[in-house]
């Protein structure tokens, strides 16, 4: 995963310190008294479509906990997102109607959401998706989150955990 570690603000914007790539490489391990969470858990991770989220924190979360659950207590989803347009958002709304129809009803002990998105952090808002020019859409982080978790999705948020 490509990482830029250090920024520094130059005349009120901010730059990177340096223009070469830092490479982050990790392991996951457990000790002898680490500790489960034996009851189900839903993992979805928010995706804004065409973003290359290969091997990231979600799926080596899921690949971690593949080894003390089952099919039945482990639920992961990667979910492709964009809604930059008011046709796009509308296609959103029934596409999160049908992801809570088949998640079900919030039998879940532990709910982690990550949401994958390409923003200026210093901008405040985030990145909603492509308009119909083509231009880039960003909205405010509480209409982000309202469009996302829209409908009948919106009671999974409660007692969950939200990566962003």
């Not at 920024?7 to 340096?18: D, I, K, P």
């Not at 839903?42 to 995706?47: E, G, K, Q, Y």
């Not at 482990?74 to 046709?87: Q, R, S």
């Not at 709910?111 to 901008?123: A, G, L, W, Y």
Request: proline share 3%; glycine share 8%; net charge negative.
């Amino acid at each position: 995963m490509l990482y830029f570690p250090f920024t520094q603000t130059v005349q009120g914007n901010t730059v990177l310190a340096s223009n070469e790539l830092t490479f982050i490489r990790g392991m996951c391990e457990r000790t002898s008294k680490s500790q489960v969470c034996g009851g189900p858990i839903l993992i979805i991770h928010f995706i804004y479509t065409g973003l290359n989220v290969r091997g990231g924190v979600p799926h080596i979360l899921n690949m971690a906990l593949e080894e003390y659950h089952s099919e039945n207590t482990l639920h992961y989803l990667d979910v492709v997102f964009d809604f930059g347009t008011h046709c796009k958002l509308c296609l959103w709304w029934s596409e999160a109607e049908s992801l809570a129809a088949m998640i079900g009803e919030d039998v879940f002990q532990q709910k982690i959401f990550f949401i994958s998105i390409h923003s200026k952090v210093t901008c405040g808002d985030l990145f909603a998706g492509k308009g119909e020019d083509r231009s880039d859409v960003a909205v405010r982080p509480e209409e982000f989150m309202n469009y996302l978790f829209s409908g009948s999705l919106q009671p999974l948020l409660e007692e969950s955990t939200t990566y962003q």
